[in-house]
């Protein structure tokens, strides 16, 4: 699955992407998000995980903070981002995540995709299929 930051998709939008989505690799990434949900303090770095491929060097760490701040560019990086949410709002990224899990979701004749997350100026996308714009 890659992790792809795409700053000029949309001027209103920068969108962080996850892509293509299939469920083996959905699953790992659902899991690794259910782990700082159900782990106090714990932080995972997206990016590290041995399914993610990132594109141009594109970084991502999750983690449960007091307030939904979402998904923020590092000061002074160009592709390093802290997604910051509660430990309720991570339970409903897992849910919009949840389908992409599970085979019968895949479709080869059409693509599906879900916003995970769409608090701050930069929302979080999955996608079954690869990126065509």
């Known amino acids: 699955m890659e ?18 989505s299939v469920p083996v690799e959905a699953l790992q990434l659902y899991r690794a998000l259910h782990d ?25 760490t ?3 903070g007091e307030q939904n701040i979402g998904a923020v560019l590092n000061i002074n990086s160009e592709n390093h981002f802290n997604w910051e949410l509660t430990r309720e ?20 004749r059409y693509t599906r995709y879900q916003w995970l997350d769409e608090t701050s100026n930069i929302s979080l996308l999955i996608s079954t299929g690869h990126r065509r714009w």
């Not at 992790?3 to 293509?20: A, G, H, Q, T």
């Not at 700082?36 to 991502?60: A, E, K, M, R, Y």
């Open 3 to 20: 992790l792809e930051y795409l700053p000029d998709r949309n001027p209103d939008c920068p969108i962080l992407l996850f892509s293509p």
């Open 36 to 60: 700082i949900v159900s782990v106090s303090g714990t932080t995972v770095d997206i990016h590290t995980l041995s399914f993610i491929s990132p594109v141009d060097g594109c970084q991502l």
């Open 62 to 64: 999750a983690q449960v």
């Open 89 to 108: 709002t991570w339970k409903e990224v897992l849910d919009y995540l949840y389908p992409f899990t599970i085979q019968d979701y895949h479709d080869d």
